[in-house]
C-alpha cells in the first residue's frame, strides 16, 4: 500500500514502511535536493534522539538522503481504535519527548499507533529541536483540538488520562502557556 502526504510518499510493505522525499519540480533542482535531504536526515535524527531517551518510536534507517526505512508497527491508529484510557501511555511518552528537548509537530490520533497494549509515536516529518515552553504547549494544543473534535464523547476522560502521567512540574508551565495560547486563540 502506498500513501502520498504532501511531503512524503509511504510504502507500507510486509516487514517496513518505506517514507520517500520525492523530487518537486517547482523547486531549482540544488535547493530541491538540499531541502529533501535536510528534512530527511532531521526525521532520523529527531527519532533517533527520541529512542535513546526511551519514548515508543519504531526504528529507524536510513538507505539514502532522501529515503527512510522505518519498523513497520502491527496494529492500529489511536483515530481507528480510540481508547481514552491509552492518553495515559500518550501522556508519559509525549513528557518524554519534551523533556528531550524534541518537539513532535504533528501529534494527533493518526500519529499515535497500537501495538498489542503497547502506543508509539510515528510520523516525525514536522518534528524539531526544541525546549521552549511556547512549543510544547503548541504540540498540546494540537492534541487537545484532535480529541476534542474527533472523540468529543471520550475528550475530558482521555485530556484527564494525558494530563494524570504528564507531572506537576510539566503542567505547571506548559499548562500555563497552553491557557495563553486558547485565550489569544492564536492557534485556533
Do not use: C
Not at 517496513?16 to 535531504?37: A, F, G, S, T
Not at 498540546?140 to 512540574?169: C, G, M, R, V
Not at 491557557?179 to 485556533?188: A, M, P, S, V, W
Amino acid at each position: 500500500m502506498k500513501l502520498q502526504g504532501a511531503e512524503a510518499t509511504v510504502e507500507i510493505k510486509e516487514d517496513k514502511v518505506i517514507k520517500e522525499r520525492p523530487r518537486k519540480n517547482y523547486r531549482h533542482p540544488k535547493l530541491d535536493q538540499r531541502i529533501r535531504k535536510q528534512r530527511t536526515n532531521a526525521e532520523l535524527n529527531n527519532i533517533r534522539k527520541a529512542l535513546r531517551n526511551g519514548i515508543n518510536v519504531p526504528q529507524t534507517g536510513q538507505k539514502n538522503d532522501y529515503i527512510l526505512e522505518i519498523q513497520k508497527i502491527e496494529g492500529e491508529t489511536l483515530e481507528e481504535n480510540f481508547r481514552p484510557e491509552a492518553m495515559k501511555q500518550v501522556g508519559e511518552n509525549v513528557e518524554k519527548l519534551h523533556e528531550a528537548g524534541l518537539i513532535h509537530g504533528d501529534l494527533t490520533t493518526k500519529n499515535i499507533m497500537f501495538d498489542g497494549e503497547k502506543i508509539y509515536l510515528i510520523d516525525f516529518g514536522l518534528s524539531k529541536d526544541s525546549k521552549k515552553t511556547e512549543d510544547h504547549a503548541v504540540d498540546l494544543h494540537l492534541l487537545k483540538q484532535i480529541l476534542d473534535s474527533s472523540h468529543p464523547e471520550h475528550f475530558k476522560q482521555a485530556w484527564n488520562n494525558f494530563l494524570s502521567s504528564y507531572t506537576p512540574e510539566f503542567q505547571d508551565k506548559v499548562l500555563k502557556r497552553l491557557e495563553e495560547i486558547e485565550e489569544r486563540g492564536r492557534y485556533k
